[in-house]
């Protein structure tokens, strides 16, 4: 017997006692209204009915009768062919977009939801149990920005990848998300390298103790704060602040946001016919960062933005893979088993034993540095690309013992003179 039979049941017998008061003189019928929990006028009718009908005149007459805003049938079995044909991998919710948007289905998500769950097709979800308190959001987007990495199969046709995502903490916008083989060096900076030259500097950077990102002296031990990877040397050259978790539950944030790109991006990637790497991130870039972040990021707690522009450009000199080498004998330095040759310059005759820096940017082209001095780049396969204007060389003027050094000085200036004993 359904639970509306029962409750209909109920109160037929709640109204035959309370009827039986009414004509004996006890209760007035407000007062019997009131106990039933109806107007007067309800109580009038429901006398009249049962004076006439009986207990059969007291029934609900929608019992038993299809409603009105009932769903067509025919709707209902396209929705459920269409899941079987097409998306049987898909999540009710994920399901009811993708009809949305391809197939004109009007219908809504919890009218779709219980139509899967009484076919069979969809198991309803088992009901989690109580989760700790999460950490509170920071109000203000650009304060604190989450990056991580995810190896799954993306692309059907591939082995597995890692997805490298670079997130706000107020608001879980997507800044920066790209496939590559393997997560790295060169993939962390990448991800910073994108989301700053959009956004500009942030304060903070949350991320796993990978070695990529921290050493850690010893296992299970805090990281070292002084011997820093190349990624901390960057962020620690733009002022912001490396924070490292400890455990899986401290970045619960980015790990749900991974356990909804996992359920949704193979299945867009297969919808849009996407099968490379190359092509999967230029429509990641073009197409489906957008259309996430308007589907599931928030709107942070305050207005106004932690995100700084840095004017000078300082970070595409420190966002790359930075090393110190010394020049060789004959002007070259080694850069992974590629040898650079310097070319002429006019800072010095030669640069024989002085040590240079190497800056490697993430497509693989690489600059060689004097101290502030960019002496030339190099392309990824170690051919020179381009040297810098060559600064003119400084003039020494000669000095004639015997006479004063009056060069750069003005009238009442001392001078110095120079003599030989002989």
């Known amino acids: 017997m359904r639970r509306s039979e029962v409750l209909q049941g109920v109160r037929s017998m709640r109204f035959e006692a309370l009827l039986d008061r009414h004509e004996g003189g ?19 009718r429901w006398r009249d009915r049962f004076r006439d ?15 009105s805003r009932r769903a067509a049938a025919e709707e209902i079995a396209r929705m459920l062919n269409l899941y079987r044909e097409f998306y049987p991998d898909f999540t009710v919710k994920h399901f009811h977009e993708q009809l949305v948007k391809r197939h004109n289905y009007k219908l809504g998500y919890t ?12 198991k309803a979800a088992v009901k989690r149990s109580a989760h700790r308190k ?34 706000d903490d107020a608001t879980s916008a997507i800044y920066s998300a790209f496939l590559v083989e393997e997560e790295g060096t060169a993939s962390s900076l990448r991800g910073l390298r994108e989301t700053i030259a959009a956004h500009g500097l942030f304060c903070s950077l949350y ?18 704060r002084e011997r820093l990877t190349q990624v901390g040397r960057a962020l620690g050259q733009l002022g912001i602040e490396h924070i490292a978790a400890y455990s899986p539950e401290a970045r619960g944030r980015s790990e749900r946001v991974f356990r909804t790109l996992q359920d949704r991006l193979p299945k867009e990637f297969r919808l849009a016919g996407v099968v490379t790497i190359e092509a999967a991130n230029q429509w990641l870039r073009e197409v489906y960062i957008a259309d996430h972040n308007a589907r599931f990021a928030r709107e942070p707690e305050a207005p106004g933005s932690g995100f700084v522009p840095d004017e000078a450009g300082v970070w595409r000199r420190a966002l790359c893979v ?49 101290g502030p001095h960019h002496l030339a780049d190099y392309e990824p396969d170690g051919t020179l690309a381009s040297q810098p ?13 015997g006479m004063p050094r009056t060069t750069g000085l003005t009238t009442g200036q001392t001078t110095r003179y120079e003599h030989r004993t002989t």
């Open 389 to 401: 204007p060559a600064e003119p060389p400084r003039r020494r003027e000669p000095v004639v013992r």
């Open 53 to 67: 009908e009986g207990p059969d005149g007291l029934l609900d007459r929608r019992l038993g009768k299809p409603s």
């Open 134 to 167: 999460k950490r509170p959001r920071r109000p203000m987007i650009g304060m604190l920005l989450h990056q991580d990495g995810s190896r799954h199969r993306w692309l059907a046709d591939m082995g597995p990848l890692d997805l490298i995502v670079t997130m």
């Open 207 to 224: 991320t796993d103790r990978g070695s990529h990102y921290f050493h850690t002296p010893k296992a299970g031990q805090p990281v070292s």
């Open 26 to 44: 006890e209760l007035s019928q407000g007062e019997a209204a009131e106990l039933l929990g109806v107007t007067e006028r309800t109580f009038r």
């Open 322 to 370: 930075q090393e110190e080498r010394v020049v060789g004998p004959d002007n070259t330095v080694k850069w992974r088993g590629r040898t650079l040759q310097i070319p002429p310059s006019g800072l010095r005759p030669h640069f024989v034993r002085a040590t240079v820096r190497l800056l490697e940017d993430p497509d693989g082209r690489v600059a060689v540095w004097l």
């Open 111 to 122: 009218v779709t939801k219980v139509h899967l769950h009484r076919s069979g097709l969809v």
